[in-house]
């Protein structure tokens, strides 16, 4: 069973002074859904956004989007640090032979030939972290990973390679694009989240149904707090708690994955991804 946690947004509440309905019983419980990324709170995938009138739970099953969390390529790989087999490459131009040990995986992917400096084919079983030359932890504070993306974007973009062959464009293009998708990924605290369970073999549940009543009316009023803030103070309030609260959901999910306690690393992400939804929003009203 997942352990339950206090929010800390009751403060906002207060100051905002909403109020938050009843929440019957009987209501039909909220499902996460991955497929549409327009609006965080929907009654169906054909229904327009919330609006204030729509504030009873006594009808349709409300929906809240887990938004489009899409990694690069098909194929993830499960491995832990202690089974990364010793991959050996040969680069396709000059033919020099690449061998990346387990001890140096992570820091020398075979992106780029290191003889003629020519692109190298996609290869999927690098992860993402191992792109930036980094051990596969959640937290990655104090790691320059922009710095680390720019100097991969140096070598691997598209345009540095216009007079090369079509065959070596084509496989720069590919590389680039991965590159860019793994420092998306990686940047951001749900997304690294989803990431690393995906990785670990976990599949998160994206329809996942919560019936939780607290956590429903917290969704319904922070929904029309947002809608109903007309200055950039209260926005500014708003934004505040929710980083507040995406912080405490981070480190809780960092903590239950560590302890490869998978159930609550779950609901952790569930947590986030409301959060950050509403972050979004916030951001764009801002």
């Not at 009751?10 to 009843?22: A, M």
């Not at 995906?198 to 607290?214: A, F, H, R, W, Y």
């Not at 999910?253 to 560590?258: D, G, K, P, R, Y």
């Amino acid at each position: 069973m997942l352990k339950k946690k206090t929010t800390t947004t009751t403060t906002l509440f207060t100051i905002l002074r909403h109020t938050t309905p009843s929440v019957p019983k009987q209501h039909s419980p909220l499902t996460f859904s991955s497929h549409s990324n327009t609006h965080f709170l929907h009654k169906s995938l054909q229904s327009p956004p919330f609006s204030p009138k729509d504030r009873s739970f006594h009808n349709p099953t409300w929906f809240y989007s887990f938004g489009c969390l899409t990694f690069d390529g098909k194929r993830l790989y499960s491995k832990s640090a202690e089974s990364v087999k010793e991959r050996s490459s040969r680069c396709w131009n000059c033919h020099a032979v690449h061998e990346s040990t387990a001890a140096a995986a992570a820091a020398a992917p075979f992106l780029v030939c290191d003889s003629c400096r020519c692109i190298q084919p996609l290869d999927d079983s690098v992860d993402y972290f191992e792109i930036f030359g980094l051990s596969k932890k959640y937290d990655l504070e104090g790691v320059n990973l922009e710095g680390k993306y720019k100097e991969w974007q140096k070598k691997l973009h598209p345009d540095l390679v216009h007079s090369k062959s079509q065959k070596e464009r084509d496989f720069a293009a590919e590389q680039s694009a991965r590159v860019i998708d793994a420092y998306r990924t990686l940047s951001k605290p749900l997304s690294r989240a989803v990431y690393m369970m995906k990785l670990d073999g976990v599949q998160v549940d994206e329809e996942q149904t919560i019936s939780d009543p607290e956590l429903l009316a917290e969704i319904m009023e922070i929904r029309e707090a947002v809608e109903e803030a007309t200055d950039s103070e209260s926005l500014k309030q708003i934004l505040s708690q929710m980083e507040e609260n995406l912080k405490t959901w981070s480190n809780t999910f960092a903590t239950a994955f560590q302890s490869r306690n998978f159930e609550e690393a779950q609901d952790s992400i569930r947590r986030m991804t409301y959060y950050s939804r509403v972050i979004d929003e916030v951001v764009k009203k801002l």
